[in-house]
């Protein structure tokens, strides 16, 4: 009989995200470390902790750890791996930071994990098994995602948006300037088959179901069969595209029927030179409005991604978004700063400019702290600007005017909509519109927040 071994595996996140996303009404999980779970030999048993939802349990008996971390979570993760080591207890990190610094992760680590883990990770546990890990492992092949295990949805602990969570496809054909999916995936797309996702749906819990994909409509033939096929399962589903969906009705109806109930759209921003300059021209700021007519015509809620310290944005850019989306009822939208993450064309471009303030990653979060020197505005400016935008897309009065014209998925709109207007008045009333002059004098944010 084989020997019996422990791991635990940790979904690290950063104070920010901590402290923000634990006062969340629904909260999404990530997919990481379910999946890895699900690659991991039966002789290992296997514990989750969400630090979104737990606290490390650095008395827990575990063989093994393995982390998995952002870049803002990075800092924080590299604490934990310390007083993990320090027991005596071997650490393993992986993910987007790792990806794109494993010379830093590594002098944090036992062994650090660049790019993706499904081939590597059952490697890594036999080498630990016959104690020789290995500093860095890194995939020589991508893997195809061809019968992939059920993610173990069971470690999905707490207060969850679904703990349906999965993929179809990995990867996006596009390449953004600030964008680090092309570096962790390198820009090849992989497609599930489509019976292998049928049947893992057979066994998702709950109704609601995400898929974690860059891009489910990045071969739309694909996604159309993949929708067809899961129509008869009746589930409610989410997922992130690219803007240019609206426009193939098929692929539209087939997602509605199939049971889309909203799209996460990369729109970043309304400025359509900013969106040249960061290589993402495929989104034409003057389609926007028909996208949402579209997408509200087939009954899909749209979540724009928006970004706020661009080149192009000046001080008019907080109103002018508020404005606009309230006009054309938008259904929601994750409102961030600009992170230049490391290793990213964007990073690069703003290092050789001089415009990088800070590599303490703790503030690569895109919430709480500005890490760049914005091209038309203060730092400061860009971060008052951008939580002045979040509490005015979030007020009472847009919320109604939105959900208004929107009309789409009411019920859970309104109590999606009201839950970040909740989360954002238990951070204060901070933030003010740099346009303005006289605007509420610079309040200590940071402390205040924290
Ligand atoms: C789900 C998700 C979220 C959710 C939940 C996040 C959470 N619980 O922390 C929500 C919507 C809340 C969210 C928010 C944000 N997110 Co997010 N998110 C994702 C997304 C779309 C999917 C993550 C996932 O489940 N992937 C599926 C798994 C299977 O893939 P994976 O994580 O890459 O893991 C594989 C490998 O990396 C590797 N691996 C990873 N970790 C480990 C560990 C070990 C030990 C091993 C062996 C292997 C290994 O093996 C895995 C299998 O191949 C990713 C994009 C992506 N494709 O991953 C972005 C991503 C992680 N998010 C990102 C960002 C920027 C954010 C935000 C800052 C956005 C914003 N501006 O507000 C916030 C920050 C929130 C936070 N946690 O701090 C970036 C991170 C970039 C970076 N360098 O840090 C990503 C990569 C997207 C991008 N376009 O670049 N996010
Ligand atoms: S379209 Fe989205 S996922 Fe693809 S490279 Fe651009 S930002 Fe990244």
Redesign the pocket.
């Known amino acids: 009989m084989k020997k019996k071994y422990k791991v635990e595996l940790i979904?690290a996140?950063?104070e920010a995200?901590r402290f923000i996303?634990y006062r969340r009404l629904i909260r999404?999980?990530?997919?990481?470390m379910p999946?890895?779970a699900a690659y991991t030999p039966p002789h290992w048993e296997v514990t989750h902790t969400d630090e979104?939802v737990q606290k490390v349990d650095f008395n827990k008996k575990v063989d093994l750890v393995?982390?998995?971390a952002?870049?803002?979570?990075a800092p924080h993760a590299y604490w934990i791996a310390a007083e993990y080591r320090k027991r005596g207890i071997k650490v393993?990190?992986?993910?987007?930071?790792a990806?794109?610094m494993p010379d830093e992760v590594q002098d944090h680590a036992d062994s650090v994990?660049v790019?993706?883990?499904?081939l590597?990770?059952p490697k890594?546990l036999a080498d630990f098994e016959n104690g020789c890990l290995q500093s860095i492992y890194k995939s020589c092949e991508i893997?195809d995602l061809q019968n992939m295990p059920h993610p173990r949805w069971d470690l999905i602990k707490g207060r969850t948006y679904g703990k349906g969570?999965t993929?179809a496809t990995r990867g996006c054909p596009f390449a953004c300037e600030y964008?680090?999916?092309p570096q962790?995936y390198q820009r090849k797309m992989r497609y599930r088959p489509i019976a292998d996702i049928v049947e893992e749906l057979k066994y998702m819990p709950g109704r609601a179901l995400i898929f974690?994909d860059?891009n489910i409509g990045a071969n739309k033939i694909y996604a159309k069969e993949l929708f067809k096929a899961i129509i008869p399962y009746k589930r409610w589903w989410t997922s992130?595209a690219t803007s240019e969906v609206a426009f193939d009705d098929e692929f539209m109806e087939l997602a509605a029927k199939s049971g889309c109930k909203a799209l996460f759209l990369g729109w970043e921003t309304i400025s359509q030179n900013s969106l040249n300059s960061a290589n993402k021209a495929h989104n034409q700021v003057e389609k926007y409005k028909e996208i949402i007519e579209r997408f509200h015509y087939y009954g899909i809620a749209i979540q724009a991604g928006t970004v706020f310290g661009f080149d192009h944005d000046d001080r008019s850019i907080f109103r002018s978004t508020v404005e606009f989306y309230r006009e054309i009822g938008l259904d929601s939208a994750?409102i961030?700063v600009l992170?230049p993450?490391p290793n990213t064309p964007l990073f690069r471009r703003l290092e050789a400019e001089g415009r990088i303030l800070t590599k303490d990653w703790s503030k690569y979060?895109?919430?709480k702290d500005v890490v760049f020197q914005p091209a038309l505005m203060s730092p400061e400016e860009l971060l008052m600007g951008t939580e002045w935008a979040a509490r005015q897309f979030y007020s009472i009065p847009s919320i109604i005017e939105r959900m208004w014209k929107s009309k789409t998925g009411l019920w859970w709109n309104i109590i999606r909509n009201v839950g970040y207007h909740l989360a954002l008045r238990n951070f204060g009333n901070i933030g003010f519109n740099p346009e303005e002059q006289g605007a509420i004098s610079t309040p200590s944010f940071t402390k205040e927040a924290r």
């Open positions: 979904t996140e950063s995200s996303r999404f999980p990530q997919l990481t999946l890895l979104i393995g982390i998995t952002n870049t803002a979570a393993v990190i992986g993910g987007p930071h990806t794109l994990v790019g993706e883990g499904e590597v990770w890594l893997p969570v993929i964008c680090t999916i962790m974690w860059d992130q994750t961030s992170i993450f979060n895109g919430k």
